[in-house]
């Protein structure tokens, strides 16, 4: 069976944006203040702060200002002046906008966080039972799900939002292509989102685009739904080895972002069974041509 392998080599890494590269200056910052055996309200206190607001910037959770960064090298003895350089220069970098700023009004804070990543992410494992994902959606089949399913109510909101999922697809077509591995329920490619015709679209797009060696597509068959996952999530991986995997789930009120080693291995261990539960990506690939020509 062919599927994405998280072992294999992920070729060029992508370019980290500012989301990333703040997670690896706060790793950092934290080694090397456990390094000189100071504490976080230590820490804090040098800088003005809490010792909540270092753990924020240790796990990369705030935006890092450049006094703060160069205040804490000091209380760390860090002296060398090109690794402050090094360090400092990448503070700038991790408070610089990404493309997907001006899409702020839109988004929720944790969603912005998510965008960011998975413009970093090497590899995206994920596991879907309502929409196809959004990195595979159509304009028509987004604009539906924009929309609410109710064309009278669009609006420069939905365009503003259908044009963001968009954007984000290019993680995929770029140079350095993220990989994509997703399975999804076999319910997903029978809801006729948006009608008949952009469903039947929709599942040519996904034919289409499986073509490409980055794009991995499983379908999991109705008599296996449930048993592997009650539910979405996205596994992200990175080829910045300061970054630790995550594993991404959404909610009406938010999302989870869970990065502990124990739950990694619990959710790799249910991408492992959805991978042996779903249909092989040539047999997905026989099912969608069935389901086309149905349509």
């Given amino acids: 069976m062919s599927t994405v392998d998280p072992s294999a080599p992920a070729g060029e890494a992508p370019v980290a944006g500012p989301t990333a590269r703040r997670i690896v200056l706060g790793a950092q910052l934290r080694r090397l203040r456990e390094a000189a055996h100071i504490s976080r309200a230590d820490a804090g206190y040098a800088i003005r702060g809490s010792e909540s607001k270092i753990s924020r910037m240790e796990l990369g959770r705030v935006r890092l200002k450049e006094r703060d960064v160069a205040d804490l090298l000091s209380l760390y003895g860090v002296t060398d002046e090109t690794e402050r350089q090094s360090l400092l220069r990448m ?13 702020g009004d839109l988004m929720p804070s944790w969603f912005q966080d998510y965008v960011g990543l998975e413009e970093s992410a090497s590899l995206i494992q994920t596991y879907e039972v ?35 999922r968009m954007r984000r697809q290019g993680v995929i077509s770029r140079p350095n292509p993220l990989r994509l591995w997703a399975v999804i329920d076999e319910s997903v490619v029978h809801r006729p989102i948006g009608g008949r015709p952009v469903l039947r679209k929709q599942i040519e797009h996904l034919l289409e685009i499986t073509g490409q060696p980055n794009v991995t597509l ?8 449930g048993y592997a996952a009650e539910g979405a999530f996205s596994v992200l991986r990175f080829a910045e080895p300061e970054l630790p995997d995550l594993v991404y789930i959404e909610h009406l009120g938010g999302a989870l972002y869970l990065d502990k080693p124990e739950e990694i291995e619990l959710y790799s261990a249910v991408v492992d069974r959805l991978a042996v539960d779903a249909l092989t990506p040539a047999q997905t690939r026989q099912r969608l041509s069935k389901l086309r020509a149905e349509l």
């Fill in 130 to 164: 309502q929409f196809v994902p959004g990195l595979l959606q159509i304009e028509e089949y987004a604009r539906a799900i924009a929309s609410h399913g109710r064309p009278e109510s669009e609006s420069d909101e939905v365009d503003r939002r259908v044009a963001l």
């Fill in 91 to 103: 503070a700038r970098l991790s408070n610089e906008h990404g493309w997907w700023y001006r899409y």
């Fill in 218 to 225: 499983q379908v999991l068959p109705y008599e296996l739904s």
